[in-house]
């Protein structure tokens, strides 16, 4: 085994990414750059039947928006490839033919009729050792005839296998509890159990990092290190990510998908921070941290033993957290298409759109809602303008309007400053309250009881023309 540490993430391309998939290569990335090590990416591809098709394109895609570089991968070579499960057959072969010899492992002819016997109720059947001690030249003579076979594991018989797992502890399975499982199938193709001990010893891995499902399983794939005289690497399994108390999140029904969240205009570090935190708590118990904080800080210490439950209100937070620390000249690169679906073509300033919504949305997908009233004007009801506090109702609404239209027709700075004197002075004058006005403006240039800003934010994005327009409407509504 090499003494630098090297992790990898095995993902199956069944699918898309859900969090929980994401999360568990995240860790296995976090772990290899705290250490100085090298993080692999390995494509379990043995299971044809569950393909799906562009699901590997998904997987670098994926890592590759996470900021999960790896260094060694099937588009990466680093000297332990091939990376993809399937371009290893003739390895697989060859070294469940070598843990024959070894006598860790055993032919069997047994056909689907007899197995199906051994069956109870359920069809459940564990597998009764029938070939376990077959003669050698029976063995050799069925091969030589071309029966067909698969190599099954024998487990050692009377053996406690145990090993010290870096989130859970001591994990102990007695070997009168493991079967004599398949390790090769017939069509040649190894299970998982023979793939993931393989993979892991040749590619150098000296830390596996995976989901609790393979917690009680790691002792049957330790005797096969053990078979073989390998070196067994650590183990670090990690609880589930929950979609609530009594459900996994699960790829099979299109749980929380991370594309989807990207797709709903999630920026990919908030993604990747918040799943971060979703089964380890750095010591200090910061919450926002980049991908550079994650690397310093992250410790098996921090892992929890318990299952996490995804809260996408959470991970929303989160999001905004990101979108607020942006630049004005990043916000406005990430929002720039979101802004330009919302406005349709029409001629608005979109750098002005970014920085109104810059400090208004969690996710980039609120901004077409936020910017509706952009494209929508008409008419609208008018008991909008009645507001007792500010002691306005139709009859101030209307002489409000003609204020704003006289303020702002002569102004050609339509600038913020500029538009906010000209108002105050024209109330003033007309001896009304500055923000009776510009409650009524907002109301007449916007059509909408909630927008994303104020009177005179709103009329610097509309732009004088159709500020202009808009008020004229607005006056005319008021009067009918
Ligand atoms: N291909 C397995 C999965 O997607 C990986 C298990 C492992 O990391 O060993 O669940």
């Given at each position: 085994?090499?003494?630098?540490?090297?992790t990898?993430?095995?993902?199956?391309p069944?699918?898309?990414?859900h969090?929980?998939?994401?999360?568990t290569g995240?860790?296995a990335?976090?772990?290899?750059r705290?250490h100085?090590?090298?993080?692999?990416l390995?494509?379990?591809?043995?299971?044809?039947?569950?393909?799906?098709?562009?699901a590997?394109?998904?997987?670098y895609?994926?890592?590759?928006k996470a900021g999960?570089?790896y260094d060694e991968g099937?588009d990466?070579d680093?000297?332990?490839?091939?990376y993809?499960q399937?371009?290893?057959?003739d390895?697989?072969?060859q070294?469940?033919?070598?843990?024959?010899?070894?006598g860790g492992?055993y032919?069997c002819?047994?056909d689907?009729?007899?197995?199906e016997?051994?069956?109870?109720?359920?069809?459940?059947?564990?597998?009764d050792?029938?070939c376990?001690?077959?003669p050698?030249?029976?063995v050799?003579?069925?091969?030589?005839a071309?029966?067909?076979?698969?190599i099954?594991q024998?487990?050692p018989?009377?053996?406690?296998?145990?090993y010290?797992?870096m989130?859970?502890?001591?994990i102990?399975v007695?070997?009168?509890?493991i079967?004599?499982?398949?390790?090769?199938?017939s069509?040649?193709l190894?299970t998982?159990n023979f793939a993931?001990v393989?993979?892991?010893?040749l590619m150098?891995?000296?830390?596996?990092?995976r989901?609790t499902?393979?917690?009680?399983?790691?002792?049957?794939?330790n005797?096969?290190?053990d078979a073989?005289?390998?070196?067994?690497?650590k183990?670090m399994?990690?609880?589930?990510?929950?979609k609530?108390?009594?459900?996994?999140?699960?790829?099979?029904y299109?749980d929380?998908?991370?594309?989807?969240?990207?797709?709903?205009?999630?920026p990919?570090?908030?993604?990747?921070?918040?799943i971060?935190l979703?089964?380890?708590?750095?010591?200090?118990n910061?919450?926002?941290?980049s991908m550079?904080?994650?690397?310093?800080a992250?410790?098996t210490?921090g892992?929890?033993?318990?299952?996490s439950?995804?809260d996408?209100?959470?991970?929303?937070w989160?999001s905004?957290?990101?979108?607020?620390a942006?630049?004005?000249e990043e916000?406005f690169?990430?929002s720039?298409e979101w802004?330009?679906?919302a406005i349709?073509?029409?001629?608005?300033?979109?750098?002005?759109?970014?920085?109104?919504?810059?400090?208004?949305v969690?996710?980039l997908?609120?901004i077409?809602e936020?910017l509706?009233?952009?494209n929508e004007?008409?008419?609208?009801?008018?008991?909008?303008?009645?507001h007792?506090?500010?002691?306005v109702d139709?009859?101030?609404?209307?002489?409000?309007?003609k204020v704003a239209?006289?303020?702002?027709?002569g102004?050609?700075?339509?600038?913020?400053?500029?538009?906010?004197?000209r108002?105050?002075?024209?109330a003033a004058?007309?001896?009304?309250?500055a923000?009776q006005?510009?409650f009524?403006m907002?109301?007449?240039?916007?059509?909408?009881?909630?927008t994303?800003?104020?009177?005179?934010?709103?009329?610097?994005?509309?732009?004088?023309r159709e500020c202009?327009?808009?008020?004229?409407?607005?006056?005319?509504?008021l009067e009918?």
């Open positions: 085994m090499t003494d630098i540490v090297r990898r993430f095995a993902p199956s069944t699918g898309f990414m969090i929980g998939n994401l999360r995240l860790y990335f976090l772990f290899a705290k100085g090590g090298k993080f692999i390995r494509i379990e591809d043995t299971d044809q039947e569950r393909k799906v098709e562009g590997v394109e998904m997987i895609r994926t890592l590759q999960m570089s099937p990466k680093g000297g332990y490839g091939p993809v399937t371009m290893r057959m390895i697989y072969k070294y469940a033919e070598k843990l024959v010899e070894l492992a032919y002819f047994c689907k009729e007899r197995l016997r051994l069956g109870d109720e359920n069809g459940v059947h564990t597998y050792k029938h376990r001690n077959l050698k030249e029976e050799e003579r069925r091969l030589a071309g029966e067909p076979y698969v099954r024998k487990v018989e009377g053996v406690v296998s145990e010290e797992d989130v859970f502890g001591k102990s007695d070997s009168a509890d079967e004599d499982g398949v390790l090769l199938k069509d040649g190894p998982y993931n393989i993979d892991d010893h150098g891995i000296t830390h596996v990092i989901g499902e393979y917690l009680s399983s790691t002792p049957k794939y005797l096969i290190y073989f005289g390998w070196e067994r690497p183990y399994h990690l609880p589930p990510i929950m609530d108390a009594t459900r996994k999140l699960s790829k099979r299109g929380a998908n991370f594309e989807d969240f990207i797709a709903k205009g999630y990919a570090e908030a993604i990747v921070n918040y971060a979703l089964g380890w708590c750095p010591k200090d910061r919450e926002k941290m550079q904080e994650l690397i310093e992250f410790d210490d892992i929890s033993k318990s299952a439950i995804f996408e209100a959470k991970m929303r989160m905004g957290e990101y979108l607020k942006m630049s004005e916000f690169e990430a720039r802004i330009e679906r349709e073509g029409k001629e608005f300033d979109v750098k002005e759109l970014a920085s109104l919504m810059h400090t208004r969690d996710i997908s609120e077409p936020k509706k009233f952009l004007f008409g008419v609208y009801d008018l008991n909008m303008y009645v007792q506090k500010m002691k139709v009859e101030v609404a209307k002489k409000a309007v239209i006289c303020a702002l027709d102004l050609d700075d339509w600038t913020a400053d500029a538009i906010k004197q108002v105050t002075d024209f004058e007309a001896g009304m309250k923000g006005v510009m009524c907002r109301i007449a240039i916007t059509g909408a009881q909630v994303p800003g104020g009177a005179i934010e709103m009329a610097v994005v509309l732009g004088k202009m327009r808009r008020l004229t409407f607005s006056s005319e509504l009918k």
